[in-house]
T-cell receptor
Framework: AQKVTQAQTEISVVEKEDVTLDCVYE???????LFWYKQPPSGELVFLIR????DEQNEISGRYSWNFQKSTSSFNFTITASQVVDSAVYFC??????????????WGAGTKLIIKP | NAGVTQTPKFRILKIGQSMTLQCTQD?????MYWYRQDPGMGLKLIYY???????DKGEVPNGYNVSRSTTEDFPLRLELAAPSQTSVYFC??????????????FGDGTRLSIL
């Protein structure tokens, strides 16, 4: 069963619009972390944010904000006043306990965000 | 500020050939990971290591081998390349595992084509 679902495969908006990327997860753990990473066209993966399961406060960093809701198992990412440089693939990931008692990351399939000028 | 360094960046192999993807990190991280990213997909964990001398299988280990003789290096070996292994490979490292407050740091990736 898929553990991290990013239902939007591709989103295209015009510059300066706000856009929300959805992430829904499934876990039996009571303690876990959720992550967002950005992969620009150059290909590298850039860490954006980490949120633990006990902290449901929304977080804002400049034009980026994250909404974590345990009740709906969602960790959505909003970009306000989007810019062309925001064009990238965005991945949501969930920490999961492996068989060796180490936590690994389970990744969503990613959402490709296209910001048109 | 090297971080995680992967070599080569690109490679084309013929079916049945073997090669080693190199990964080294200079952050003294205990944990290292190899992922593959197929087109339009998220990352799948191939192998990981929690420290020198310790390796373990991830979600998609078949066709690959790893070793971790030093903290810095975590090479990934393909013994008999198959077209299904055409992918982009990412190496990553972190100080602790994914439940810590330490994010994974990624290399720039190796784009591998098997023809």
């Amino acid at each position: 069963a898929q553990k991290v679902t990013q239902a939007q495969t591709e989103i295209s908006v015009v510059e300066k619009e706000d856009v929300t990327l959805d992430c829904v997860y499934e876990t039996r753990d009571t303690t876990y972390y959720l992550f967002w990473y950005k992969q620009p066209p150059s290909g590298e993966l850039v860490f954006l944010i980490r949120r633990n399961s006990f902290d449901e406060q929304n977080e804002i960093s400049g034009r980026y904000s994250w909404n974590f809701q345990k009740s709906t198992s969602s960790f959505n990412f909003t970009i306000t006043a989007s810019q062309v440089v925001d064009s990238a693939v965005y991945f949501c990931a969930l920490s999961e306990l492996g068989s060796d008692s180490n936590y690994q990351l389970i990744w969503g399939a990613g959402t490709k965000l296209i910001i048109k000028p | 500020n090297a971080g995680v360094t992967q070599t080569p960046k690109f490679r084309i192999l013929k079916i049945g050939q073997s090669m080693t993807l190199q990964c080294t990190q200079d952050m003294n991280h205990n944990y290292m990971y190899w992922y593959r990213q197929d087109p339009g997909m998220g990352l799948k964990l191939i192998y990981y290591s929690v420290g020198a001398g310790i390796t373990d299988k991830g979600e998609v280990p078949n066709g690959y081998n790893v070793s971790r003789s030093t903290t810095e290096d975590f090479p990934l070996r393909l013994e008999l390349a198959a077209p299904s292994q055409t992918s982009v490979y990412f190496c990553a490292s972190s100080y602790r595992d994914a439940l810590s407050n330490q994010p994974q740091h990624f290399g720039d990736g190796t784009r591998l084509s098997i023809l």
